[in-house]
């Protein structure tokens, strides 16, 4: 008796479970994106400050585009292949340009899994990160479907198909100069628009939300691109992820807080503590306001102390 | 009209499931019926393998979930090849003989076991590798013969113990195999006594035996050793250890004594012995 009971119950749940579901699925996953004017010609469309999920459909990245005389230039596809068709729909929206030209800033998924939708244009990358794509591309996707589920439909790797080695381009009447850095990645690429002062600084910066190391090939190299972007001549800074900054105020943060990350890991590795030990090291209050600190503190500990650990044997 | 065969398919579903779920609970009830003066205590962490691992590592004995058996892991395996796993059970104040280690859902479950001379179990951190999301055990066997248990859930995406080791795609470890780097800190335990730290690194690949042409090879057994040879710590490790694996054991000072030149020992599945002063 007991177990037909449980049974049933079991029949019940699987069935609201199919009709919530379907429900769901009825409600078409719409990524709403409304493209905000921040400069002359340059359209922001801001991710918001937290993790992928399925309920944000991974869009927690900044993209822009750019209405030259020539074309849009559009910064970073996006996370996902339903992403970019409304991306597209949203530059639409407020021009009849076409897109010529997409720039890739680097290799993470969120940041070019959209270039599907920009197959019949030139999306350019860094050679490097071309290079890092066909070899992390794939498992990247594979994970963003676990994370972000169905908004992740149909979206495959498609290969940036122009290197980029110019050091600056003229496209209509918007001069871009590009600078090959690595803190973030090993390959990244930011992008100033001399023709508005806007840095496009892809996720060498965050604003506001925590910034993420998987791939850092170190943070006195961050440090060092930082000081980079810190010398150019800019109006407004575009973050990777978080509010524009017309004040530099992002670079002091991410400056702020790689240095405290640094001072604390080697204190750590020198007293002996075990990963699990750091990443229970509460993070500064200062740095209280900034999304997801302590979570990506603890990812952080993963990639990067047992390099400090091994400075320190 | 699209739903209709779906829903045949789900009806479908639910009767094996039904009927392996009758099968599972005569399982479990005949499991408890063999030791009537157990307390059967719910699993805290609700695995599917509690009862099937409990057997296979404590065996019959009387067991208790208790606080106190701490393990730390982070709440999510951000590198599944390297989680950093530590067991505290320093707060239980009776003789301990022996410490088990296991990952439920691991497809080699067991991680380590240890046992000490002087039934003083130090905190002992290693880090490992996790193949899916699974609760992380540790069991300690008292004197007076029950064991108590402490766990933990580990999220996960997975794919730890079936990745190449790094060796693999890097000559570099054929040269350096056996390489050992060890360091000692000074740490002021809870109770205000004080410890010493014994931090350890050793280069090998660890290799679990479950990549595709890739046979096991790993490191078996560890001792600390006095200087007259005798152990006084004995770990025997399983394959889901990491490679390159990071030891970090705290000595109580009760073990410890400033004359001590202590020797770290260690042997793996091929016959290698690797030694080191501590």
Request: some cysteine; hydrophobic content about 40%.
């Amino acid at each position: 008796m007991a177990i037909k009971q449980a049974a049933g119950r079991f029949l019940g749940v699987i069935c609201c479970l199919f009709w919530v579901s379907t429900v769901a699925t009825a409600s078409s996953l719409s990524y709403e994106l409304t493209p905000r004017l921040i400069a002359k010609d340059t359209w922001l469309l801001q991710g918001k400050l937290e993790d992928f999920s399925r309920d944000n459909g991974a869009n927690i990245v900044n993209t822009a585009f750019i209405v030259t005389s020539e074309g849009v230039v559009v910064i970073d596809s996006g996370p996902s292949k339903r992403y970019a068709q409304a991306f597209r729909s949203a530059i639409a929206s407020v021009t009849d340009q076409p897109v010529t030209d997409v720039f890739i800033t680097h290799h993470h998924p969120d940041h070019f899994l959209g270039n599907q939708a920009f197959s019949d244009v030139n999306i350019w990358a860094l050679p490097t990160t071309g290079r890092l794509i066909a070899e992390q591309g794939n498992v990247f996707a594979e994970n963003m479907y676990r994370l972000a589920g169905d908004w992740m439909r149909g979206t495959e790797v498609l290969m940036p198909n122009k290197p980029l080695e110019q050091t600056a381009m003229t496209i209509g009447d918007h001069r871009f100069r590009f600078l090959s850095l690595e803190g973030h990645t090993g390959a990244d690429l930011a992008i100033l628009d001399e023709t508005t002062g806007t840095l496009f600084a892809g996720d060498l910066v965050f604003y506001q939300r925590a910034l993420t190391t998987p791939h850092t090939p170190g943070i006195d190299q961050w440090l060092t691109d930082l000081d980079k972007l810190a010398a150019l001549e800019v109006a407004l800074i575009v973050p990777g992820h978080g509010p524009v900054d017309a004040k530099g105020k992002s670079i002091e943060q991410m400056r702020a807080y790689l240095v405290w990350l640094d001072k604390t890991l080697t204190q750590a590795a020198f007293e002996g503590l075990s990963m699990n030990e750091v990443m229970k090291i509460p993070t500064e209050p200062e740095f209280a306001d900034i999304a997801l600190t302590q979570y990506e503190f603890i990812r952080t500990v993963f990639h990067l102390y047992a390099g400090y650990e091994e400075a320190a044997f | 009209m699209r739903t209709f065969p779906a829903i045949l398919v789900l009806l479908c579903l639910c009767v094996p499931m039904a009927a392996w779920s009758q099968v599972n609970n005569e399982l479990i009830t005949q499991a408890s019926h063999n030791d009537t003066e157990r307390a059967e205590q719910a699993d805290p962490l609700n695995s599917p393998v509690w009862h099937y691992l409990r057997a296979r590592f404590l065996g019959e004995s009387p067991y208790q979930f208790d606080d106190r058996v701490v393990v730390s892991v982070p709440p999510f395996a951000e590198d599944p090849t390297q989680v950093p796993l530590l067991v505290d059970v320093s707060a239980i104040d009776e003789p301990l003989l022996r410490l088990v280690v296991w990952a439920d859902l691991n497809p080699i479950q067991h991680i380590y076991s240890v046992e000490s001379a002087d039934r003083h179990l130090p905190r002992i951190a290693i880090r490992f590798k996790v193949q899916q999301a699974t609760p992380v055990r540790a069991a300690v066997l008292t004197e007076s013969g029950k064991w108590l248990v402490g766990g933990q859930y580990l999220e996960a995406a997975g794919g730890g113990c079936t990745a190449p080791s790094m060796a693999n795609a890097s000559p570099y470890w054929e040269s350096h195999l056996g390489e050992i780097e060890s360091r000692s800190f000074e740490r002021a335990m809870n109770s205000g006594r004080s410890s010493q730290r014994y931090k350890v690194k050793i280069i090998h690949p660890m290799d679990t035996g479950l990549v595709s042409g890739i046979p096991e090879f790993y490191i078996q057994q560890l001792e600390v050793r006095r200087p007259d040879q005798a152990a006084i710590l004995s770990m025997e490790l399983s394959q889901p250890v990491s490679e390159n694996p990071v030891f970090t054991f705290d000595m109580s000072s009760a073990s410890v004594t400033a004359q001590d030149r202590y020797k770290l020992w260690m042997r793996d599945n091929n016959g290698n012995v690797f030694e080191q002063a501590l």
